[in-house]
């Protein structure tokens, strides 16, 4: 584990206490004040770090070559969780961003499998997942996955409302009028039709249901 690292992942948990937001440079300072610097030098690349789903998602788009600056809510749908985070990358070049924001919601691919499978009261030697890969999960199965659903949407609406609300200064997040950020779709989950289009259905924003 190299100290970019360690500090990106310190002055992830760093910046969830904090009432403002906190940037790379603000959070190395701060950590290094009270970090104790023999184990700081100690560190190694045969270390191993466990690291948030959320924040991993975060780390993988800034160090992508392809990065763009901005505002991003990464949604990561896997089998049992559905993990959510918000940062505004504010330079490519020196791959600087601020946190603002993540939850888990213990939802995922796994709830829907399960809730099709009860529903068809399939009658197969398949498992739930191998049963909704073969069977394919389509605009009209909304309703019978609609709690899982509307709790990956609810994490992704809390952390944009947790977000929106620690920025300083709400005029940065504004063009023509309007809250601008992209939403990136990650995990297993991102595949289906049915979530896309849950994530972009025109009729709600991250202030309504």
Known sequence: MDLVHEIGWRAWELAKVLSTSIDARKATDILFAHEDQK??????????MVMAEAHAAVISYIMHPSREKGRYITVDIGAGTTDSAMFWLTSKQMR???YYSFETAYYGMDD??????????AKTDLSPR???????????DREIVL???????DTFRKVFGQS???????????????????????????????IQEEFERPDRTPWQG
Not at 39 to 48: F, H, L, R, T
Not at 147 to 153: D, E, N, Q, T
Not at 180 to 187: A, I
């Open 39 to 48: 184990q700081v030098k100690q560190m190694g690349e045969d270390n191993v």
């Open 96 to 98: 600087e961003a601020l």
């Open 112 to 121: 829907i499998d399960i809730l099709m499978f009860q529903h068809d009261d």
């Open 130 to 140: 191998k049963y909704r890969e073969k069977r394919g999960l389509k605009t009209e």
């Open 147 to 153: 709690k899982p659903l509307s709790k990956m949407w």
């Open 164 to 194: 929106y609300e620690k920025e300083q200064e709400a005029r940065r997040w504004h063009e023509n009028g309007k809250a601008t950020f992209k939403v990136l779709l990650l995990g297993g989950g991102s595949e289906q039709p049915l």
